[in-house]
């Protein structure tokens, strides 16, 4: 089933960079692994993946000891302050960063394990009272604001669209995001290098790239349902 999922996954990829003119180098799929097994992880893992996402910093620091080295783990998930201490060494990207409390904390925890934070500014676009993320008119005086600290790579936006039945009625909010990164490329902020674009899951990714996204985030698609039960 995972080899299946994940060949159709990519094949979808394949085809929405080339509807796009885009290069299929340029978008990263990260496979979105919450309250999946081990197990699995290490299947798609053998598949030849080597980007995974997660959601708790519990369940990624668990599954980080029992995975090999050169997994790139992102944090994708709402991080509370005090659990940055946990991952600021072992993720390559928090995706979800939309708080000056937050990012106060990650540079001081990135300074003492003297590493360099690499992250992206959460925002909500569609505006859902239900959603982390900054507003788009916050994103930039937010970062302004962050550009003072040296342990911290604002490297991009990401967003978490609204589920829809049709995907299509997302892709108002991606060319939203992307219009902001270039209007934020253009001001040139410090310690920022805002390439990234972290915009789609399972249900809309490949409009997602239609609209730019470098980054996917793809669970459902890859590992099948979650039973939230089971856990
Ligand atoms: C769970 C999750 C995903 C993946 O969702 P699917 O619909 O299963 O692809 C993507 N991004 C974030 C932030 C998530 O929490």
């Known amino acids: 089933m995972l080899e299946t999922n994940l060949a159709q996954v990519e094949a979808n990829i394949q085809a929405a960079c080339r509807r796009a003119g885009r290069k299929r180098e340029d978008v990263t799929l990260i496979a979105v692994s919450k309250t999946k097994p081990v197990q699995m992880l290490k299947e798609v893992y053998n598949l030849g993946v080597r980007v995974f996402g997660e959601n708790k910093v519990q369940e990624l620091t668990d599954k980080y000891v029992q995975l090999p080295s050169d997994i790139r783990w992102h944090m994708i998930g709402h991080l509370q302050t005090n659990k940055v201490k946990y991952i600021i060494d072992k993720v390559e990207l928090i995706h979800s960063v939309d708080s000056l409390r937050l990012a106060e904390t990650i540079e001081k925890e990135a300074e003492k394990k003297n590493c360099t934070a690499n992250i992206l500014v959460e925002v909500n676009v569609a505006e859902e009272e239900s959603k982390f993320g900054l507003k788009m008119s916050e994103v930039i005086p937010f970062m302004d604001e962050i550009s003072k600290y040296s342990h911290i790579n604002v490297r991009g936006l990401m967003t978490i669209a609204p589920f829809v039945e049709n995907p299509e009625k997302n892709r108002p909010i991606f060319a939203a995001l992307r219009k902001l990164s270039v209007d934020i490329r253009h001001k040139n902020v410090?310690?920022?290098?805002?390439?990234?674009?972290?915009?789609?899951?399972?249900?809309?990714?490949?409009?997602?790239i239609e609209e730019g996204a470098t980054m996917v985030r793809v669970g459902t698609g890859i590992f099948g349902a979650r039973d939230y039960d089971i856990k």
């Open 190 to 208: 410090d310690n920022s290098n805002v390439s990234i674009l972290s915009m789609g899951m399972t249900n809309d990714y490949e409009v997602a």
